[in-house]
């Protein structure tokens, strides 16, 4: 098993930079990828970054070039630094991590809000 626990959501002007973190414990020795995922109200939850264990990263068009995901060095970690924010960012954030059995785990999500 896999627990995920995000933070460092909030609210943050338009504009602003926020660092979104999440670390796992548990069987984390068989992950094959990490991402980050986002949910707004009245929407669907969609693919915002994701990292694979050989690095290759992946970005949703509309966070390409603001966004930028890493892993933690002992790999039991993921980032999301969010820069150029906009208030079509505001969501709640999840992380996911999946195994190379591909099994899927998801954190409790994280808010973040961008408003003036």
């Known amino acids: 098993q896999v627990q995920l626990v995000e933070s460092g959501g909030g609210l943050v002007q338009p504009g602003g930079s926020l660092r979104l973190s999440c670390a796992a414990s548990?069987?984390?020795?068989?992950?094959?990828?990490m991402g980050w995922y986002r949910q707004a109200p009245g929407k669907q939850r969609e693919l915002v970054a994701t990292?694979?264990?050989?690095?290759?990263?992946n970005y949703a068009d509309s966070v390409k070039g603001r966004f930028t995901i890493s892993r933690g060095g002992a790999k039991n970690s993921v980032y999301l630094q969010m820069n150029s924010l906009k208030p079509e960012d505001t969501a709640v954030y999840y992380c996911?991590?999946?195994?190379?059995?591909?099994?899927?785990?998801w954190g409790q999500g994280t808010q973040v809000t961008v408003s003036s």
């Open positions: 996911q991590f999946v195994s190379w059995s591909a099994d899927v785990y």
């Open positions: 548990g069987n984390i020795f068989n992950i094959y990828a």
């Open positions: 990292i694979t264990s050989g690095d290759m990263t």
